[in-house]
């Protein structure tokens, strides 16, 4: 399978407890993005990467939420001391920059994170 | 900032028939894309089609096309000859020209009645 995958598909845990989830882009994609989806609600942008440079961060991204991608390919999102509200479904996206028009962002299937 | 509004939370086709999912948003850029992606139950959101303001031809893509009222800041799906694997989530989204991130509607839930 060569799409956006994500790790774990779900995660349950208590709150004021860290987790940290992992995405693995489509192999030639240099442009990788969090989005949260909450239920009943489309997805809200959270950051997106070029190559292992953060360039854009949400306001929703708050102090206990971090981003990385080291090297330019997977990427993991952390999230200290949980909190109810940050029970959502977490997206990640991939694509290339490619120089005409926007290229597609390819979605994977989401952690889903249950604060308990 | 820019928002996107989906004022139909659930809509429902008869298998065959043809449905419209309407779109509008509201943006001061002259420059921007936008997108009508599909969620299907559990599974991962697809893109279905999307459309450059800059043109005005409306995008087509084989069973699925937009209607692009650029003025009205409108941007309307239209499904033809509906299929059971239709059935999903679909979400109308924004990208300016000079930004990633997208910004997405809350979502028209897609029902088809065999």
């Known amino acids: 399978d060569t799409g956006v995958s994500q790790d774990p598909r779900h995660k349950i845990t208590k709150r004021g407890q860290n987790v940290t989830f992992r995405c693995d882009p489509i192999?030639?994609?240099?442009?990788l993005y969090w989005y949260r989806q909450t239920l009943g609600q489309g997805p809200e942008f959270l950051t997106y990467?070029?190559?292992?440079?953060?360039?854009?961060k949400s306001r929703l991204l708050s102090d206990r939420f971090s981003a990385e991608r080291p090297k330019g390919s997977f990427s993991t999102l952390e999230i200290q001391r949980t909190e109810q509200g940050d029970s959502a479904m977490y997206l990640c996206?991939?694509?290339?920059?490619?120089?005409?028009?926007?290229?597609?962002?390819?979605f994977g299937d989401g952690t889903r994170l249950s604060i308990l | 900032a820019q928002t996107v509004t989906q004022s139909q939370p659930e809509m429902s086709v008869q298998e065959a028939e043809t449905v419209t999912l309407s779109c509008t948003y509201d943006?001061?850029?002259?420059?921007?894309?936008l997108f009508w992606y599909k969620q299907p139950p559990s599974r991962q959101m697809i893109l279905v089609i999307r459309?450059?303001?800059?043109?005005?031809q409306n995008a087509t893509e084989n069973r699925f096309s937009v209607n692009f009222q650029k003025a009205a800041k409108s941007f309307s799906l239209k499904i033809s000859d509906s299929q059971l694997g239709d059935a999903a989530m679909y979400f109308c989204?924004?990208?300016?020209?000079?930004?990633?991130?997208?910004?997405f509607g809350t979502g028209t839930r897609l029902t088809i009645i065999p």
């Open positions: 943006t001061s850029e002259s420059d921007y894309y």
């Open positions: 192999s030639e994609h240099n442009r």
């Open positions: 996206a991939s694509s290339t920059s490619g120089t005409v028009g926007p290229q597609p962002q390819h």
């Open positions: 990467f070029q190559n292992e440079a953060q360039l854009e």
């Open positions: 989204a924004y990208r300016s020209g000079g930004n990633e991130k997208l910004t």
């Open positions: 459309q450059e303001a800059y043109k005005q």
